[in-house]
């Protein structure tokens, strides 16, 4: 994993966009030079048009999930997108149609067909090489565990939800060990015979072996405290094992006046423009529920928001009107009979959300933060879960990157999940981050995932 720009990114992910930006640009430009060589267009408008093809592409294969680590749904995810590349293809073809005199309608067809084929062709095949390349252990990285059991097994784990980037080949001190301490250099030693290019150091109270741990920094070993390794190659943080001490020493959790408010122009501006471009959207949406049971269009609810400081949240109503005549809060379950006709479309697009940038207008909201909750799960939350109030260190967001990230919550546990991935993002906030969320905000709408 590098980090840019605060964020944690896999390099191997990183190599295969680079990899198939190039490959499309040069794909692109080949296509279009061998049409339209000495026709109209200049050299440069055929430059400008297929680097806007090769980069439009790669914007709906990220939006499509062909760049999620899980890559078992390669075939069906490119299926899902094949239609809006052959629409761009068609776009682009039909641009350049207009700075030539020559016909190329009767051809038109065939090259954009052409592309769309050899793209999903080529995405298929080199996701499959991909995968076998990864299989071969070749971008696996071995790694020695000083510390506990618990520890190696909640490491072992996590090998196996990143799809193997690192692999656990030995543990040196705890209860089942495989490298005893004997000398200074017995860590370093130990850890070479394995081939480790990594030591992580999960030791609790314990005094760390500091003398070895040195003899392994100098000999070329990395030294990574299990909480740096666990937020390095997961993206969150680990709630568990969190302590005040490392929040206090590690880097971010940093805040300034003026990238506050900076971030809340770019909130106000991002709000006006969502408005104005959604105005149709809210317009159509609030006749249906209107005309449906004849009851509220939108819905107001208590949430908790910036600094614990309750504040009211608004949204298009998407349940029946005695949805919670019990009075007691619940979340949504699958297939949950409470639901309307319209409030189960306007819930799967996330549509129910936009009268939140009312809130983002008023300050009580951001774009993107953790998501407020009621006041009843917060006072449940926060006894039961460590570190949650943190959660209202910044404002909360339409969306954010547990949103993305995780599955909707819906169980004390779903909710420590999601906590995790939040104390992440209030870690390491910046423009980098902000702007990856929207981008897979845009995707998981599309695939229409998470939503109840």
């Not at 964020?7 to 794909?27: C, D």
């Not at 959790?253 to 471009?277: I, K, M, P």
């Not at 998407?318 to 949950?336: C, L, N, Q, T, Y």
Request: glycine residues 10%; aromatic residues 12%; positive net charge.
């Amino acid at each position: 994993m590098r980090q840019v720009l605060g964020h944690y990114v896999a390099k191997s992910f990183v190599f295969l966009r680079l990899i198939e930006t190039l490959l499309l640009a040069m794909g692109c430009s080949v296509v279009l030079f061998y049409s339209f060589s000495g026709k109209e267009p200049t050299a440069a408008t055929l430059a400008a048009f297929a680097g806007i093809l090769s980069l439009g592409i790669i914007a709906l294969m990220h939006f499509g999930g062909l760049y999620r680590p899980d890559i078992k749904r390669t075939l069906w995810r490119s299926i899902l997108i094949t239609l809006p590349i052959f629409a761009l293809a068609v776009w682009t073809t039909g641009e350049l149609a207009r700075h030539t005199s020559v016909p190329i309608y009767p051809y038109r067809w065939q090259w954009t067909g052409a592309l769309t084929g050899g793209w999903l062709l080529s995405a298929v095949l080199v996701r499959m090489m991909f995968q076998q390349f990864h299989r071969s252990g070749h971008l696996t990285r071995r790694v020695v565990l000083v510390g506990m059991d618990a520890h190696a097994r909640r490491l072992d784990d996590l090998a196996r939800s990143t799809h193997e980037r690192f692999r656990i080949v030995g543990q040196f001190g705890g209860n089942s060990t495989n490298g005893e301490a004997g000398s200074p250099t017995a860590l370093a030693s130990f850890a070479s015979s394995l081939r480790a290019s990594e030591v992580v150091v999960a030791i609790g109270k314990e005094v760390p072996p500091w003398g070895e741990l040195a003899h392994c920094r100098v000999a070329g070993i990395r030294i990574t405290d299990y909480l740096d390794f666990f937020e390095r190659e997961s993206r969150r943080l680990c709630v568990d094992n969190l302590r005040e001490d490392w929040i206090a020493l590690s880097r971010g959790f940093e805040g300034s006046n003026s990238r506050e408010w900076r971030r809340r122009s770019f909130d106000v501006l991002l709000a006006l423009a969502g408005f104005v471009a959604t105005a149709p959207v809210l317009l159509i949406v609030m006749l249906g529920i209107k005309l449906e049971d004849g009851g509220p269009v939108f819905y107001a609810q208590e949430r908790i928001g910036f600094g614990g400081k309750p504040f009211v949240l608004y949204k298009l109503r998407s349940m029946r009107v005695d949805a919670e005549r019990d009075g007691k809060p619940s979340w949504a379950a699958e297939r949950d009979t409470r639901i309307t006709g319209v409030g189960r479309i306007i819930r799967k697009l996330r549509i129910d959300e936009l009268p939140q940038l009312w809130n983002v207008l008023r300050g009580d909201m951001s774009f993107i933060g953790p998501r407020p909750e009621r006041p009843y799960f917060v006072n449940q939350f926060s006894q039961a879960i460590p570190f949650y109030d943190y959660r209202h260190v910044i404002r909360p967001g339409i969306t954010g990157w547990a949103q993305v990230s995780f599955r909707y919550g819906a169980s004390l546990e779903d909710t420590r999940q999601k906590l995790s991935y939040d104390l992440y993002y209030i870690k390491n906030r910046g423009v980098f981050l902000d702007c990856l969320i929207l981008l897979k905000t845009f995707g998981v709408i599309l695939r229409g995932e998470g939503a109840r």
